[in-house]
């Protein structure tokens, strides 16, 4: 299968590096090189922690585009140190020589959270590690979710471990060309509480753990989000130049919190002045984002399904001129590949992204018809192969 490619002219930041060879994030942006854009549709690959592999067939089938591979943190360093001894590259090596043997190409996240933060960073690394209780979107009511110990990633010595993990992938992967061509895309991460995506437990809820008072008392503030966010885009274009790089946003994922230290009390009020809420947060990682990286910075959500509205966080980056990504939502909501046509449905007519993230288990379902969504429908656009083809002719 050919992948059609676009090329165009980029921003990329200054690589005048200072600290774990990351700048302030204040550099101005110069115009270098292009970047290839690969759209259309990439099979979700097993979970994080999850040991097997993205399914053979999906890699044979010229529909799909590539495949996101999700590493959890402590599967891939296993110490502290950038030494080679530290470090398992087994699974993501295994994806890179299929992605490369198929002509296809992946797209890379590495998660912290609560199955994926390393032991050793608070044993051996210099970080901190503050106790937490939260179930993110699945919480049920009345529980006060999973205990887990987490770091603080406006925390210098959490930066320097977490970014040391970005610089080992990227020299990995730079001592292959054709490796570093497989890879599509990059996701910004590090900031987990279950998955990938940006976000950390915030609850402060009645008999449970006050989630925000834990942040706050860690010295959690919004600027120093701000600050891990700038360098990790710096530290990633230093590791993997060129690259776009993906915010897979949580609009209410993040603490309310000032830089005065004052947090969300359990009835939503401030335990002293006015908060900087979440989605103002969100709202200036994506506007410091776009200044810094132009279009090599990429807006995405995981949770687009047959019926409901797009994430507005990400159509509105899109209406503005930056590239979408998108993720179908759980298994629960996308079933089978009659709401997989919805889905992408939904996606083309709501959005401007270009490409989409699907669970392999559909995939595969489609590939058992034909390649066909909805077998008894006479949809203008009905096959894998037909929604990969127009979504890459969205591709930037």
Not at 57 to 72: H, M, S, V
Not at 358 to 377: C, F, K, N, S, W
Request: aromatic share 10%; net charge negative; charged share 20%.
């Amino acid at each position: 299968m050919q992948i059609l490619l676009r090329n165009r002219v980029l921003f990329m930041p200054l690589l005048a590096l200072a600290m774990f060879g990351v700048g302030c994030g204040s550099a101005a942006p110069i115009v270098t090189g292009s970047t290839d854009y690969v759209g259309g549709i990439f099979a979700l690959g097993p979970a994080e922690g999850d040991t097997g592999y993205v399914n053979e067939a999906l890699w044979e089938d010229p529909a799909i585009n590539g495949a996101f591979i999700r590493l959890p943190w402590d599967e891939v360093q296993t110490g502290p140190g950038t030494e080679a001894r530290n470090f398992d590259f087994s699974r993501l090596d295994h994806e890179l020589n299929a992605a490369v043997a198929h002509d296809k190409h992946v797209s890379i996240a590495f998660s912290a959270g609560k199955d994926g933060t390393p032991d050793w960073l608070f044993t051996k690394a210099g970080v901190q590690g503050y106790q937490f209780q939260d179930g993110g979107s699945q919480l049920e009511e009345g529980k006060c979710g999973a205990k887990m110990k987490l770091g603080n990633p406006t925390d210098l010595a959490y930066q320097e471990a977490y970014f040391g993990l970005i610089q080992a992938v990227g020299e990995h992967i730079r001592s292959r060309q054709d490796w570093f061509d497989a890879v599509a895309y990059v996701k910004i991460s590090g900031v987990n509480l279950y998955t990938f995506e940006f976000r950390l437990p915030n609850r402060c809820e009645p008999g449970c753990v006050c989630n925000s008072q834990v942040w706050s008392e860690a010295g959690y503030t919004p600027e120093g989000m701000y600050a891990f966010f700038t360098k990790q885009m710096e530290v990633w274009q230093e590791a993997l130049p060129g690259k776009p790089m993906v915010y897979a946003l949580i609009q209410d994922g993040l603490p309310d919190s000032n830089a005065q230290g004052d947090y969300e009390l359990e009835n939503g009020e401030s335990s002293g002045g006015e908060l900087i809420k979440s989605t103002e947060q969100v709202n200036e990682l994506i506007k410091r984002g776009s200044n810094l990286y132009g279009p090599l910075f990429v807006v995405s959500h995981n949770g687009l399904g047959p019926d409901h509205e797009p994430n507005r966080w990400v159509t509105r980056a899109g209406k503005a001129g930056q590239p979408t990504l998108f993720q179908t939502i759980n298994l629960a909501k996308v079933q089978n590949t009659a709401d997989l046509q919805a889905t992408l449905e939904n996606l083309w007519n709501n959005t401007d992204a270009h490409y989409l993230e699907v669970y392999q288990q559909i995939l595969l379902e489609a590939e058992a018809q034909d390649g066909r969504l909805v077998p008894d429908a006479a949809a203008e656009v009905n096959t894998l192969q037909e929604w990969s083809e127009e979504l890459q002719s969205r591709a930037p």
